[in-house]
């Protein structure tokens, strides 16, 4: 299982130069899952950035995999994980649900560098 998180997603989105990183696990469809807490998130960068008929398409387009709500048990497994690898909450909650899930991370987030069953990639400015 793959779980992308937002950094990914937007890059995706706006075809950045690290775009192509991430293909592989969004085009893995059956094998995406979507934390809720990436929806808000991409949602809320492309509400601002881009206005509301981009934020429903790209809501959409995550809707695709398979969205993951925040329980209890997700909950507890963030706070564990925040204090074991000082995490911040958002990031903490997005390891917990790939715990759960079973998933890899794909990201650009520093926070994650390092850690197991993370596929990182340094972010790069676009014209670069």
Do not use: Y
């Amino acid at each position: 299982m793959n779980l992308v998180d937002s950094s990914g997603w937007l890059e995706f989105f706006v075809d950045g130069p690290n775009a192509s990183f991430f293909e592989p696990a969004l085009a893995a469809k059956d094998d995406l899952i979507v934390p809720t807490l990436a929806l808000f998130e991409v949602f809320k960068v492309a509400l601002r950035e881009r206005g509301e008929d981009a934020a429903v398409q790209a809501v959409a387009a995550m809707r695709q995999g398979r969205v993951i709500d925040m329980n209890e048990e997700i909950a507890l497994r963030a706070a564990r994980i925040s204090l074991a690898h000082r995490l911040p909450l958002a990031d903490s909650i997005i390891a917990a649900t790939a715990a759960r899930c079973d998933a890899e991370i794909w990201t650009q987030d520093r926070h994650f560098e390092g850690l197991p069953g993370i596929h990182f990639i340094p972010a790069k400015k676009k014209n670069a």
